[in-house]
């Protein structure tokens, strides 16, 4: 056997080792450093820096993200219930909704994000002083959003599973509820109108990053169905290059 085909195979072991190592963690139990070494044996890896602009004053994100998204789309998952795995991949919805996070006052309060993604929200939302609790419907984007607060702000939001279309009763409620980009389907947004308005506290706030989704119409229809109330929609374009890419809209709701 040549030396190069050794090598191959030597990494191809390699490789299977350390997926099933990974396998036979709980990543639960490991943090900082520790859960880093495991989702890079799960994942290939890449780096990928944000600027956002709070208040016209910078504030870099450096996150890590599985490398390409595409190589997660599992079969199984789509075929069980359309899944796909869109939380690898940093939206410019979540951009806008990790910006106004960042701008917001958030010590003493409480902020539920429903499907964190990659934890750009979440992270800006640990650094602007809130109580985070994060949620999504994919078990390692818990985990890669609760590295990623950790690998900018030393410090880890509360995560859970959650189920849209079976939600826990015991989440508890929030003085904001925000979302980025989640309404890419119709049947979402009465899931997520629901979900605002089993979790928002009475006086709280929920704001809605989206960039004109299918389940846009929907979500703002059930929202005054679930006595939830628009009380601000501004507009953003999202700037590549010298193109604009997508018009984000940023809704603020409040209980009527």
């Not at 030396?3 to 099933?20: K, P």
């Not at 396998?23 to 890079?40: F, I, K, R, V």
């Not at 709070?54 to 199984?76: G, H, M, T, W, Y």
Request: aromatic share 8%; net charge negative.
């Amino acid at each position: 056997m040549s030396a190069e085909r050794g090598a191959t195979n030597d990494a191809a072991t390699s490789q299977l080792s350390d997926n099933t190592r990974a396998a036979e963690e709980n990543p639960y139990e490991l943090h900082g450093l520790a859960l880093e070494a495991w989702l890079e044996r799960k994942f290939v890896l890449a780096d990928e820096s944000v600027t956002l602009h709070a208040r016209d004053q910078p504030v870099l994100f450096s996150l890590r993200k599985p490398q390409n998204a595409d190589l997660l789309i599992s079969e199984e998952d789509y075929v069980k219930d359309e899944r796909l795995p869109y939380w690898a991949d940093l939206w410019p919805a979540a951009r806008l909704l990790a910006t106004t996070a960042l701008e917001a006052n958030g010590h003493g309060r409480s902020l539920l994000e429903l499907g964190c993604g990659l934890g750009l929200p979440t992270a800006a939302a640990v650094r602007a002083g809130f109580a985070v609790t994060t949620t999504d419907y994919y078990e390692d984007a818990l985990h890669m959003t609760r590295f990623n607060s950790w690998r900018v702000n030393g410090v880890e939001p509360n995560i859970r599973m959650v189920d849209w279309r079976a939600l826990p009763t015991d989440l508890g409620k929030f003085d904001v509820v925000m979302a980025a980009d989640v309404l890419y389907e119709r049947p979402y947004g009465t899931l997520v109108a629901a979900a605002i308005a089993a979790t928002l506290e009475p006086d709280g706030e929920a704001w809605i990053a989206d960039p004109g989704r299918s389940g846009l119409d929907v979500f703002l229809e059930q929202a005054t169905v679930h006595g939830l109330q628009v009380v601000s929609r501004e507009e953003f374009p999202y700037v590549e290059g010298e193109r604009i890419k997508q018009t984000i809209r940023r809704f603020r709701l409040k209980r009527t």
